[in-house]
């Protein structure tokens, strides 16, 4: 079925194109009216010569080809960077996640011997301090905020 729109499709396509290509023009005279047309009028009329396409100036074809050069350029550096940016973005979102997780893992560190802390006998109540000290310093230098 759909093989078969494919085939009804083309042949619309062929069937616009062979109208759309250029033809023969007619003139017509209708009493005070002059009108054109791609058919042979009825009653008076006839087809016009026209002129030949002029050939295109060589300057102009070469500044067109430079102009097409220099696009292609431009359009393979703005394609080359578009691929740098959204490396470095990728980049970038690897080295926030790595850093969130890091702090993360710091913040449950410090927690932990906040926990400690409270849970330890009078003899390690000391070191436990100073480790919760510590990780809350630790803490605070890598993940301000």
């Known amino acids: 079925m759909r093989c078969l729109w494919c085939l009804v499709l ?6 616009v194109c062979r109208l759309a290509t250029a033809g023969a023009v007619y003139k017509c005279h209708d009493g005070a009216h002059v009108s054109y047309a791609d058919r042979p009028c009825p009653g008076t009329g006839a ?17 067109l080809a430079a102009a097409r050069t220099a696009l292609a350029t431009i359009d393979g550096a703005r394609t080359a960077q ?3 940016d959204a490396h470095e973005f ?4 690897r080295v926030a ?5 890091r702090c993360d893992k710091l913040r ?4 932990w011997a906040d926990e400690d802390l409270a849970r330890s006998s009078d003899d ?5 301090r100073i480790k919760a000290r510590r ?6 230098v890598e993940c301000p905020g």
């Open 10 to 15: 083309c042949a619309a396509c062929c069937a």
């Open 47 to 63: 087809p016009l010569a026209l002129p030949p396409a002029p050939q295109p100036d060589p300057v102009q074809a070469a500044r």
């Open 82 to 84: 578009a691929a740098r």
């Open 90 to 93: 990728e980049r970038a979102g």
């Open 97 to 101: 996640l790595a850093l969130r997780k």
């Open 108 to 111: 449950l560190q410090a927690r």
């Open 124 to 128: 390690a109540k000391a070191i436990a």
């Open 135 to 140: 990780m809350v310093e630790t803490l605070a």
